[in-house]
């Protein structure tokens, strides 16, 4: 499943993103360009790393910093 439509990033580029030791949503976003355009996908990729282990909150910053 596509989760960032402007990058073209699938849930499995996050889970792989997550096994190569992306533990944030900043993290995540670097790794695989997601979030870097409109952000709107940010949300969707958050749900894919905390579904894989960690929980975390996410500040303002981060989704900033994610999103851009």
């Known amino acids: 499943m596509i989760v ?3 990058a073209v990033v699938s849930d ?3 889970t792989a993103a997550y ?3 992306a533990r944030t949503l ?3 976003c670097m ?3 997601a ?3 409109c952000g709107s996908c940010v949300f969707s990729v958050k749900r894919l790393v ?3 282990g960690e929980t975390f909150a ?3 910053t981060e989704v900033e910093v994610a999103a851009s």
Do not use: F, I, K
């Open 35 to 37: 979030g870097r355009d």
């Open 12 to 14: 499995r580029d996050v």
């Open 4 to 6: 960032c439509q402007c």
């Open 19 to 21: 096994a190569a030791g």
């Open 50 to 52: 905390c579904e894989h």
């Open 58 to 60: 996410m500040s303002p």
């Open 31 to 33: 790794s695989t360009g």
């Open 26 to 28: 900043a993290q995540a």
